[in-house]
């Protein structure tokens, strides 16, 4: 959808499909037309979470793009908080109406971004694919307030085309492309793509709220809603110094950091909810803490810049596509534990009966995500989608950092022409090594 109809008709069409499938849940008397319509809706909200982050990555500056991209996820905690607050305020209506309210106000956020994206500009990076040049020039001057015959535009263009052409000569934009092993590390950074979306998934986050309130009703927490509405405020709020800190801090060292501190108040959790029976007061208070102090080290990490990083590291040539893998691993995994997680800690027979056990698990695949952030995700702070090609052509993930500030030092040093020309230079010896290699 991405590269056919493009970065910005395709959201609008994301939010066309999402709100049919609302219509058709609306409009259910039955559990199958309730189910077709969740499907729709489903498929919606796919698109849309594969589109937006790749739309935000593309027209941004490089210098706030992890904070633009950062408040889509921010989006996302507030549409959790206002589930919470619509479920809480309608859960004890005795109608239809306890599920129709929550489920008819989606149309609202449907209409406000599709209306949103008619008005803005197509993505620079999908019209100089699609060869539309002159349109790329009109729609970079609107996103940087300038003119299309400005200098600048003009140079930023000629290095998206620059890279565009390297990667054009190495093979189509098909799906087997993504699998390529080629000197741009496609194969390697599609995989880190699709893993960095699994393992933001396995820190378990979405176990607390699924199922946070029958986990802590099951804890002893006398009102289970109004600790679900506390725990998405703290989502919300802790995700505004995630939004400060990206381009500050930078990627891969706050990925790092979240992954640490989450798993340490997951096996706190864990030891508590184990060790201290569910009569004793205190030590419920201390389990909701560290819950929360959890979804904070999340809101403020993993939960943004896992879409921030795969918004930015894929070529220009595949980027929709690998997205769609990247994003299509993020709901698949979503899908495994949500369905999985009853059977993990419910009791009764064919169950696990693991309880608070269950954060020895999220804990341990806390340590999963730190292993893989290390030894996988580069820092990217600061770089254009372009210069990321060549950070990923020259460097590992654990040397990213040093190389990263070389690269920022020579742009410095010899200037945004200069730099251009090194790295057309690049490309070109690159693309020469690939035809005698063939």
């Not at 960095?196 to 979405?206: E, F, V």
């Not at 099951?218 to 990206?246: E, H, K, Q």
């Not at 990925?255 to 508590?272: D, F, N, P, Q, T």
């Not at 040397?399 to 790295?423: C, D, F, N, T, W």
């Amino acid at each position: 959808m991405g590269d056919f109809l493009g970065r910005k008709w395709g959201i609008v069409s994301a939010c066309l499909v999402f709100s049919f499938g609302v219509a058709l849940q609306m409009g259910a008397k039955a559990i199958p037309l309730f189910v077709v319509g969740r499907i729709f809706a489903g498929l919606g909200v796919g698109m849309v979470s594969c589109l937006v982050p790749m739309y935000q990555s593309e027209c941004s500056p490089k210098w706030i793009r992890g904070a633009v991209v950062s408040c889509y996820q921010w989006a996302i905690t507030i549409g959790l908080l206002l589930a919470s607050i619509v479920n809480n305020a309608t859960q004890h209506r005795g109608t239809d109406a306890a599920w129709q309210i929550p489920t008819g106000i989606q149309f609202i956020w449907a209409a406000v971004l599709a209306g949103g994206m008619s008005l803005l500009p197509e993505s620079p990076r999908y019209l100089i694919k699609r060869h539309r040049d002159e349109d790329a020039a009109k729609s970079l001057a609107r996103l940087t307030s300038s003119s299309p015959h400005d200098p600048e535009v003009a140079l930023e263009l000629d290095e998206i085309r620059a890279n565009l052409r390297a990667e054009e000569e190495l093979g189509e934009s098909s799906y087997a492309d993504c699998f390529k092993m080629t000197h741009n590390k496609i194969l390697f950074r599609v995989l880190s793509g699709i893993f960095l979306q699994a393992w933001q998934q396995l820190t378990g986050i979405n176990f607390i709220f699924y199922y946070g309130t029958t986990f802590f009703q099951r804890s002893g927490i006398s009102d289970p809603f109004l600790i679900s509405v506390a725990t998405n405020v703290v989502n919300v709020g802790m995700t505004v110094p995630g939004i400060w800190l990206i381009d500050r801090a930078g990627r891969r060292s706050l990925l790092l950091i979240g992954a640490a501190g989450m798993l340490v108040c997951e096996y706190i959790v864990a030891i508590v909810g184990v060790a201290v029976s569910e009569s004793n007061l205190a030590a419920q208070k201390v389990l909701i803490a560290f819950v929360c102090i959890y979804i904070a080290f999340f809101a403020a990490t993993w939960g943004p810049i896992a879409w921030v990083i795969t918004g930015e590291i894929f070529p220009l040539n595949v980027r929709a596509k690998a997205m769609s893998m990247a994003t299509a691993s993020n709901w698949l995994w979503n899908f495994g534990i949500g369905y999985a997680t009853p059977y993990l800690v419910n009791p009764g027979p064919g169950n696990a009966n693991l309880g608070v056990k269950v954060f020895f698990i999220w804990g341990s695949t806390c340590v999963g995500c730190l292993i893989f952030t290390y030894f996988c995700i580069p820092e990217t702070k600061g770089l254009s989608l372009e210069a990321i090609d060549v950070l990923y052509q020259n460097t590992t993930p654990i040397h990213s950092v040093a190389y990263r500030r070389r690269l920022i030092a020579e742009e410095e040093a010899l200037g945004p022409v200069g730099m251009q020309e090194k790295e057309l230079g690049h490309e070109k010896e690159k693309s020469g090594e690939h035809v005698e290699s063939v």
